[in-house]
């Protein structure tokens, strides 16, 4: 069986590619992606992304999750509130059918995002009843960590959390290999090779374990660059490099990875 490059996590419905979306598609199906996880912010993004679900069928696979930072008035990021979720609730049950996963969800422990206890304590309430909602629909987790790998690992395995991904995670190894241990999937984007900061991860983690992202817009190659998903290559490369095996290994494991995963992604 041949698999092209899945991305397990991206942003396609972000507003950086309004404007050459096509262009972006068709670099991406150029470079061998077959399949785009998309993931989502906040509850103003979901009709995006469904829209682009109708419009590329066989590529963009939606995801439905509020992220644990928000923007707020200004362009400030803000922790996530128990208030935001309201207006998605319902949305994820009435568009359970196109789901392929929940997400982006998780805890961002980042100390000026989330200066305060009650900033966390909320992000928690947040996360935790997404995770129900998952769980309730069958769906995998597609969770963002920053400042907080253990607590989020923790969290999913008390919550019996068994399948997730934890995408640009950035954890220590010991922590990673208890993710590893509860079945949980790493995902790793082109900013990984900007230095070799996360090469004892890539390492420590067995392929079996391992998929690829871009996080585009985000987290490209150089930064305050737009990142897309034709680059996701460059971390196939890199972690290929890393483990000391081919490129092709690496592209053909992670892709069967990311459909075990997403099960619901996989359309062959
Ligand atoms: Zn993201």
Not at 62 to 77: A, N, R, Y
Not at 104 to 119: I, K, N, S
Not at 135 to 150: F, G, I, M, Q, T
Request: charged share 25%; aromatic share 6%.
């Amino acid at each position: 069986m041949e698999y092209g490059f899945v991305d397990c996590h991206c942003h396609i419905s972000a507003r950086e590619f309004e404007e050459d979306l096509e262009d972006v598609i068709q670099r991406a199906t150029e470079a061998g992606v077959e399949t785009l996880i998309a993931v989502t912010e906040e509850v103003g993004e979901f009709g995006r992304v469904l829209q682009l679900h109708e419009r590329y069928p066989d590529l963009v696979a939606p995801c439905f999750g509020i992220h644990p930072l928000q923007v707020g008035g200004g362009s400030e990021q803000r922790s996530v509130k128990p208030q935001d979720l309201d207006a998605a609730l319902p949305l994820f049950y009435q568009h359970k059918e196109h789901l392929v996963a929940v997400g982006e969800v998780g805890l961002d422990f980042t100390p000026w995002c989330a200066p305060t206890q009650q900033d966390r304590d909320n992000q928690m309430e947040v996360f935790i009843k997404q995770l129900s909602v998952a769980k309730e629909l069958d769906l995998p987790v597609n969770v963002h960590s920053r400042s907080a790998a253990k607590v989020t690992i923790a969290t999913m395995r008390e919550q019996g959390i068994s399948r997730a991904l934890l995408h640009n995670f950035a954890g220590k190894p010991s922590v990673a290999l208890e993710g590893v241990q509860a079945g949980y999937l790493f995902s790793f984007p082109p900013a990984v090779c900007r230095n070799r900061q996360r090469d004892k991860l890539i390492k420590q983690i067995p392929l079996e374990h391992v998929c690829l992202e871009t996080d585009s817009p985000a987290l490209g190659l150089e930064k305050h660059v737009r990142n897309e998903p034709s680059n996701i290559a460059l971390s196939c490369r890199y972690i290929a490099d890393v483990k000391g095996l081919s490129p092709e290994t690496v592209q053909l494991v992670t892709a069967q990875n990311a459909y075990r995963l997403f099960p619901k992604a996989n359309r062959c």
